[in-house]
Protein backbone atom coordinates (compact mmCIF):
# COMPACT_ATOMS: atom_id res chain seq x y z
CA UNK A 1 0.00 0.00 0.00
CA UNK A 2 1.33 3.14 -1.49
CA UNK A 3 0.54 5.81 1.75
CA UNK A 4 0.59 9.64 1.86
CA UNK A 5 0.24 11.30 5.34
CA UNK A 6 -0.17 14.99 5.26
CA UNK A 7 2.08 17.25 7.80
CA UNK A 8 0.81 20.42 8.90
CA UNK A 9 2.53 23.09 11.53
CA UNK A 10 1.29 21.42 14.59
CA UNK A 11 0.86 17.96 13.17
CA UNK A 12 1.66 15.70 15.80
CA UNK A 13 0.40 11.79 15.18
CA UNK A 14 2.10 11.44 11.74
CA UNK A 15 4.48 9.00 12.69
CA UNK A 16 1.96 6.81 14.81
CA UNK A 17 -0.10 6.44 11.90
CA UNK A 18 2.96 5.35 10.04
CA UNK A 19 4.27 3.20 12.62
CA UNK A 20 0.37 2.02 12.76
CA UNK A 21 0.94 0.87 9.18
CA UNK A 22 3.80 -0.77 8.75
CA UNK A 23 3.97 -2.99 12.19
CA UNK A 24 0.17 -2.28 13.69
CA UNK A 25 -1.64 -5.69 12.99
CA UNK A 26 -1.90 -8.87 10.48
CA UNK A 27 -2.48 -8.64 6.99
CA UNK A 28 -5.50 -10.43 6.21
CA UNK A 29 -5.31 -12.71 3.02
CA UNK A 30 -7.68 -14.84 1.48
CA UNK A 31 -9.77 -14.71 4.77
CA UNK A 32 -7.41 -15.95 7.05
CA UNK A 33 -4.87 -13.28 9.09
CA UNK A 34 -1.03 -13.46 8.66
CA UNK A 35 0.50 -12.72 11.47
CA UNK A 36 3.60 -10.17 10.48
CA UNK A 37 4.66 -6.52 10.85
CA UNK A 38 3.19 -4.32 8.03
CA UNK A 39 5.44 -2.29 5.43
CA UNK A 40 3.65 -0.62 3.12
CA UNK A 41 5.42 2.22 1.34
CA UNK A 42 4.99 5.40 3.67
CA UNK A 43 5.82 8.85 2.48
CA UNK A 44 5.52 12.25 3.90
CA UNK A 45 4.13 15.31 2.37
CA UNK A 46 4.68 18.81 3.81
CA UNK A 47 1.53 20.71 3.61
CA UNK A 48 3.07 23.61 1.29
CA UNK A 49 3.30 20.69 -1.50
CA UNK A 50 1.00 21.50 -4.67
CA UNK A 51 1.34 17.70 -5.94
CA UNK A 52 1.41 14.13 -4.27
CA UNK A 53 2.96 11.12 -5.28
CA UNK A 54 1.58 9.25 -8.55
CA UNK A 55 -0.36 5.80 -7.70
CA UNK A 56 -1.37 6.46 -4.19
CA UNK A 57 -3.64 4.15 -2.63
CA UNK A 58 -4.06 6.19 0.59
CA UNK A 59 -3.60 9.76 1.96
CA UNK A 60 -3.76 10.25 5.33
CA UNK A 61 -4.45 13.33 7.23
CA UNK A 62 -3.01 12.64 10.84
CA UNK A 63 -4.12 14.47 14.29
CA UNK A 64 -2.43 17.05 16.26
CA UNK A 65 -3.33 20.79 16.35
CA UNK A 66 -2.64 22.32 12.88
CA UNK A 67 -1.36 26.09 12.94
CA UNK A 68 -2.21 25.55 17.11
CA UNK A 69 -6.09 25.16 16.28
CA UNK A 70 -6.01 28.86 16.01
CA UNK A 71 -9.50 30.06 14.11
CA UNK A 72 -11.59 27.04 14.31
CA UNK A 73 -9.21 23.30 14.54
CA UNK A 74 -8.54 22.48 11.27
CA UNK A 75 -10.13 25.80 9.63
CA UNK A 76 -6.68 26.84 8.36
CA UNK A 77 -5.00 23.66 7.19
CA UNK A 78 -8.39 22.97 4.80
CA UNK A 79 -6.58 25.81 2.53
CA UNK A 80 -3.11 24.61 2.67
CA UNK A 81 -1.67 24.52 -0.83
CA UNK A 82 -1.91 20.50 -0.95
CA UNK A 83 -5.34 20.32 -0.52
CA UNK A 84 -6.35 21.26 -4.12
CA UNK A 85 -4.96 18.16 -4.89
CA UNK A 86 -5.95 16.37 -2.44
CA UNK A 87 -9.79 17.13 -3.85
CA UNK A 88 -8.79 16.04 -6.91
CA UNK A 89 -7.56 12.75 -5.74
CA UNK A 90 -10.55 12.35 -3.65
CA UNK A 91 -12.60 13.33 -6.36
CA UNK A 92 -10.80 10.52 -8.92
CA UNK A 93 -11.70 7.94 -5.69
CA UNK A 94 -8.38 7.95 -3.68
CA UNK A 95 -9.14 6.97 -0.30
CA UNK A 96 -8.63 9.34 2.47
CA UNK A 97 -8.22 9.10 6.27
CA UNK A 98 -8.70 11.83 8.60
CA UNK A 99 -7.75 10.86 12.59
CA UNK A 100 -8.92 13.75 15.03
CA UNK A 101 -7.40 17.23 13.74
CA UNK A 102 -7.41 15.21 10.16
CA UNK A 103 -11.16 14.69 10.40
CA UNK A 104 -11.46 18.50 11.45
CA UNK A 105 -10.10 19.23 8.22
CA UNK A 106 -11.76 17.25 6.01
CA UNK A 107 -15.03 19.12 7.62
CA UNK A 108 -13.37 22.59 7.22
CA UNK A 109 -12.48 21.58 3.56
CA UNK A 110 -16.22 20.62 2.44
CA UNK A 111 -14.77 16.82 2.06
CA UNK A 112 -17.02 15.44 4.74
CA UNK A 113 -20.39 16.77 6.06
CA UNK A 114 -20.78 18.67 8.97
CA UNK A 115 -18.45 20.07 11.55
CA UNK A 116 -16.45 19.59 14.80
CA UNK A 117 -17.38 21.47 17.66
CA UNK A 118 -15.85 22.25 21.48
CA UNK A 119 -16.24 19.53 23.80
CA UNK A 120 -19.47 19.99 25.75
CA UNK A 121 -18.20 19.77 28.57
CA UNK A 122 -15.70 22.91 27.14
CA UNK A 123 -12.55 20.80 28.61
CA UNK A 124 -9.70 18.90 26.58
CA UNK A 125 -10.60 15.25 26.91
CA UNK A 126 -7.72 12.83 26.65
CA UNK A 127 -8.55 9.01 27.89
CA UNK A 128 -10.00 5.70 26.45
CA UNK A 129 -13.26 5.73 25.24
CA UNK A 130 -15.73 2.55 24.32
CA UNK A 131 -16.77 2.60 20.70
CA UNK A 132 -18.83 0.25 18.03
CA UNK A 133 -18.35 -0.38 14.23
CA UNK A 134 -21.48 1.06 13.08
CA UNK A 135 -20.63 0.47 9.16
CA UNK A 136 -18.85 -2.59 7.90
CA UNK A 137 -19.37 -1.80 4.02
CA UNK A 138 -16.39 0.64 3.41
CA UNK A 139 -12.69 -0.23 3.03
CA UNK A 140 -11.31 1.09 6.47
CA UNK A 141 -14.38 -1.13 8.53
CA UNK A 142 -14.60 -4.19 6.92
CA UNK A 143 -12.27 -6.34 8.45
CA UNK A 144 -14.60 -5.60 11.60
CA UNK A 145 -18.23 -7.08 12.56
CA UNK A 146 -21.17 -4.82 13.09
CA UNK A 147 -21.43 -3.61 16.61
CA UNK A 148 -17.79 -4.69 17.09
CA UNK A 149 -16.69 -3.42 20.83
CA UNK A 150 -13.39 -1.36 20.77
CA UNK A 151 -11.24 0.83 23.02
CA UNK A 152 -8.99 3.41 21.84
CA UNK A 153 -8.00 6.67 23.30
CA UNK A 154 -8.74 10.15 22.38
CA UNK A 155 -7.39 13.25 22.94
CA UNK A 156 -9.64 16.71 21.64
CA UNK A 157 -11.16 19.77 22.69
CA UNK A 158 -12.85 20.10 19.75
CA UNK A 159 -14.74 16.73 18.68
CA UNK A 160 -18.16 17.33 19.51
CA UNK A 161 -19.55 16.26 15.88
CA UNK A 162 -22.44 18.10 14.54
CA UNK A 163 -24.26 18.34 11.56
CA UNK A 164 -28.22 19.86 10.65
CA UNK A 165 -31.04 17.22 10.74
CA UNK A 166 -30.96 16.89 7.28
CA UNK A 167 -27.44 15.56 7.39
CA UNK A 168 -27.82 13.06 9.52
CA UNK A 169 -30.32 11.74 8.36
CA UNK A 170 -28.45 10.91 5.21
CA UNK A 171 -25.79 9.76 7.69
CA UNK A 172 -28.06 7.23 9.23
CA UNK A 173 -30.15 6.02 6.27
CA UNK A 174 -27.52 5.52 3.95
CA UNK A 175 -25.06 3.62 6.34
CA UNK A 176 -22.29 6.41 6.64
CA UNK A 177 -21.90 6.53 10.42
CA UNK A 178 -18.81 4.29 10.57
CA UNK A 179 -17.78 4.29 14.36
CA UNK A 180 -20.32 5.74 17.48
CA UNK A 181 -19.15 6.54 20.77
CA UNK A 182 -20.50 3.86 23.61
CA UNK A 183 -24.21 5.76 24.01
CA UNK A 184 -23.21 5.69 27.91
CA UNK A 185 -19.79 7.44 27.77
CA UNK A 186 -20.42 9.78 25.00
CA UNK A 187 -17.16 12.49 25.79
CA UNK A 188 -18.18 15.07 24.09
CA UNK A 189 -21.79 15.17 23.54
CA UNK A 190 -21.69 14.33 19.18
CA UNK A 191 -24.79 14.21 18.24
CA UNK A 192 -25.96 10.60 17.72
CA UNK A 193 -22.75 9.71 19.69
CA UNK A 194 -20.86 9.55 16.30
CA UNK A 195 -17.19 8.79 16.31
CA UNK A 196 -16.14 8.33 12.58
CA UNK A 197 -18.58 9.28 9.63
CA UNK A 198 -17.72 7.93 6.00
CA UNK A 199 -17.94 10.09 2.32
CA UNK A 200 -21.23 9.49 -0.19
CA UNK A 201 -19.06 7.21 -1.80
CA UNK A 202 -17.57 5.24 1.62
CA UNK A 203 -13.84 6.53 0.47
CA UNK A 204 -12.81 8.85 2.70
CA UNK A 205 -13.43 8.18 6.61
CA UNK A 206 -13.19 10.91 9.47
CA UNK A 207 -13.20 9.81 13.10
CA UNK A 208 -11.92 11.36 16.17
CA UNK A 209 -10.55 8.42 18.49
CA UNK A 210 -6.86 7.65 17.97
CA UNK A 211 -7.03 4.38 16.44
CA UNK A 212 -3.66 4.29 15.05
CA UNK A 213 -2.22 4.34 19.32
CA UNK A 214 -4.25 1.17 20.03
CA UNK A 215 -2.19 -1.26 17.52
CA UNK A 216 0.54 -2.14 20.43
CA UNK A 217 -0.49 -4.54 23.38
CA UNK A 218 2.29 -2.77 25.35
CA UNK A 219 0.87 0.27 24.94
CA UNK A 220 -2.81 -0.71 26.29
CA UNK A 221 -4.46 -2.79 23.50
CA UNK A 222 -4.58 -3.53 19.99
CA UNK A 223 -8.45 -2.85 19.05
CA UNK A 224 -7.26 -0.60 16.51
CA UNK A 225 -5.71 -2.83 14.08
CA UNK A 226 -9.21 -3.63 12.30
CA UNK A 227 -8.80 -0.31 10.69
CA UNK A 228 -5.83 -1.04 9.17
CA UNK A 229 -6.44 -4.79 8.51
CA UNK A 230 -9.40 -3.40 6.47
CA UNK A 231 -7.41 -1.06 4.53
CA UNK A 232 -4.87 -3.82 3.94
CA UNK A 233 -7.21 -6.45 3.00
CA UNK A 234 -6.82 -5.16 -1.12
Excluded at 9 to 30: F, I, K
Excluded at 34 to 48: N, R, T
Excluded at 64 to 79: K, N, P
Excluded at 98 to 116: K, M, T, V
Aim: proline fraction near 5%; charged fraction near 20%; glycine fraction near 12%.
Amino acid sequence: MKTAIIVFPGSNRERDVALALRQGGALRQGGALKAGPLKPSVEFVWHQETTLPDGLDLIVLPGGFSYGDYLRSGAIAAHSPIMTEIKQRAAAGTPILGICNGFQILCEAGLLPGALLRNQSGKFICRQVGLEIACTESIFTRAGALGQRLRAPIAHHDGCYYASTAILAELRDHDRIAFRYDARDNPNGSAENIAGILSANRRILGLMPHLENAVDPDLGGVDGRVLFESLLMG
